[in-house]
C-alpha cells in the first residue's frame, strides 16, 4: 500500500517524512559493500556460493570500486550545488576523482570524456558523441545515482529530473539515462517503505518512473508482472530467474533491471541480496552495488553487519557523506 503522499503526482495530500539518516546511510553503505564485495567476481560465469561466502567469512579489507568512486564525486557535486546538477561541475568532479584514483575499474567512456573536456568540449557534447553519436547505454550512469534520491527527496519529478542530469554528463543514450531513473525509483520505494514491510513494485504505479526507451519499459513491464506473483508467496524463485533472463551485462537495459529483480527476490537481508547478486556472474560489482542499495535503503544502516562494515574501506566518510546529503535535504524541505 503506498503512503497517502504517494497518491497523487501533484498535490501532497500529507507532507511526507523527511528522509532518515540510517535509509540513507544504509543506501550508500548497501552500495559500496555490494561494490566491494562483488568486485573480485568481475566477468565471472553464473556459480554455487562458495567463493563469495569464503570472502564474507574472510577478515581482510573490502575496497570498492568506480561505481562507489563515482557515487561519492555525484554526492559531494549535489552538496557543493545546493543539491542540483551543474554539469560543468560535476563533470570537473568526477575527472578530478578519476584522475587522483584511476586504478579504481573504470570502464573505458568516462576517461574518453574527460580527455575530450579538458581539451575543451563541454562534457554534455562529449558524452552524446561516443559510440557514434548514440552516446553510452551503459550502466554507469544507474550505478552511482542513489545521492539524487536523497537530494531530490521527496519530490519524484525532481529525483527523476537529477537522475537524468547527473546521467548526462556520461550516457547520453535514452537506455543509459533510464538505467538511473528506474534504479532511483526503486531506491525511491526502498527508503519509503519501513523495514518491517515487504517492499512490492505495486506500490510505486502513482509515480511512475518516466522511461524513454521500450527497452526499459519492457524490463519494467516483466519486472512488475513477476515481482507481482511473488508477492504474498514465500517462492521468489522467479525473480532470480528473471535476473539471469535479463542478464548482466554492462548494458543498463540487462544490469538495471536484473539487480531490482535480485533486490526483491533477497530483500531481507543485504548479505543475501549480494550472495543472489555475486551468484548470477556478469558484472557483478555493479549488480550487487544496485541490488544492494536497495535492500540498504528499505532496511537502514542498522541492518548491515557490523563485522562487515569494519572491513569496507572509507565506511565513515561514506555514512557522513549520506548524512550531510538527509540534512541537506530536510533543510531544503518538500
Ligand atoms: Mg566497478
Not at 89 to 104: K, V
Not at 238 to 260: D, K, M, Y
Amino acid at each position: 500500500m503506498a503512503p497517502s503522499w504517494q497518491a497523487t503526482t501533484g498535490a501532497v495530500l500529507n507532507l511526507p517524512p523527511p528522509i532518515g539518516a540510517p535509509e540513507a546511510a544504509g543506501c550508500l553503505l548497501g552500495l559500496a559493500l555490494g561494490d566491494a564485495l562483488g568486485a573480485p567476481f568481475e566477468g565471472s560465469p553464473p556459480r554455487g556460493p562458495e567463493p563469495i561466502d569464503r570472502l564474507l567469512a574472510a577478515d581482510t579489507s573490502l575496497r570498492w570500486t568506480d561505481d562507489t568512486h563515482m557515487m561519492l564525486a555525484l554526492a559531494d557535486a549535489l552538496l557543493a550545488r545546493d543539491l542540483t546538477v551543474d554539469p560543468q561541475h560535476l563533470g570537473d568532479t568526477f575527472a578530478q576523482a578519476y584522475r587522483h584514483q584511476p586504478w579504481r575499474g573504470y570502464g573505458s567512456g568516462p576517461p574518453r570524456i574527460f580527455a575530450m573536456a579538458s581539451a575543451g568540449r563541454s562534457y554534455l557534447e562529449a558524452a552524446a558523441s561516443l559510440f557514434g553519436g548514440s552516446g553510452s547505454l551503459g550502466n554507469g550512469a544507474a550505478m552511482r545515482c542513489a545521492p539524487v534520491v536523497i537530494a531530490g527527496w521527496p519530490d519524484a519529478d525532481r529525483t527523476w529530473q537529477l537522475a537524468t542530469e547527473q546521467a548526462l554528463v556520461t550516457h547520453s543514450h535514452p537506455e543509459g539515462i533510464d538505467g538511473a531513473v528506474l534504479l532511483s525509483a526503486v531506491l525511491r520505494l526502498a527508503v519509503a517503505t519501513p523495514a518491517a514491510a515487504p517492499l512490492t513494485l505495486a506500490a510505486i504505479t502513482a509515480d511512475a518512473p518516466p522511461l524513454r526507451s521500450s527497452a526499459l519499459r519492457a524490463a519494467w513491464d516483466a519486472l512488475r508482472t513477476v515481482s507481482a506473483a511473488a508477492e504474498g508467496t514465500r517462492d521468489r524463485q522467479g525473480l532470480l530467474e528473471l535476473a539471469g533472463e535479463l542478464g548482466t551485462s554492462v548494458t543498463a537495459r540487462t544490469s538495471v533491471p536484473a539487480a531490482i529483480a535480485v533486490a526483491l527476490h533477497a530483500p531481507d537481508d543485504v548479505v543475501d541480496t549480494v550472495r543472489a547478486a555475486v551468484g548470477l556472474g556478469g558484472d557483478t560489482d555493479t549488480v550487487a552495488a544496485m541490488a544492494a542499495a536497495i535492500t540498504g535503503a528499505h532496511l537502514g544502516s542498522g541492518a548491515i553487519p557490523p563485522r562487515l562494515l569494519e572491513r569496507l574501506e572509507s565506511r565513515e566518510r561514506i555514512a557522513s557523506t549520506a548524512t550531510a546529503l538527509a540534512r541537506a535535504s530536510q533543510a531544503k524541505g518538500p
